[in-house]
């Protein structure tokens, strides 16, 4: 998580919100992608972090199954980036801070954890939850 937490920070430099995410080896070990929000930077409303460590980590591997690894990102998914969990079969997703008003991994919705889908990862939250939190307070304390 503080690998993730990293990426937050440069999502901040980047003047977009701070969320960061890293796609783990199954053994993890090995950062097989990172990535930190660059909506803003890029002008693309799919450049989120977890897709962002999704992508680069299917192309580290070359293929976009993920079986075996772990998402950790410093915020619970979105709709979007929970599909994309599901679809790239990433195996385990680790967040830390709850995203009330539009969490997909528990809170608001479960898409990761919905029967009608093929595939449903392990989730575990709540690491580091107060430095993740914290840092998106502080974030937009200042807008």
Known sequence: MRLALREAEAAVRGGDVPVGAVVLSGDGTTVLGAGHNEREVTGDPTAHAEV???????????????????????????????????????????????????????????VVRDRRL?????????????DCAGMLTEFFRTR
């Open 52 to 110: 962002l460590a999704i992508r680069r980590a299917a192309a580290r591997v070359g293929q976009w199954r993920l079986s075996g690894c772990t998402l950790v990102v410093t915020l619970e998914p979105c709709t979007m980036c929970a599909g994309a969990v599901v679809l790239s079969r990433v195996d385990r997703v680790v967040y830390g801070a709850r995203d009330e008003k539009g969490g997909a991994v528990g809170s608001l919705w479960d």
């Open 118 to 130: 093929n595939h449903r990862p392990e989730v575990i939250e709540g690491v580091l939850a107060d």
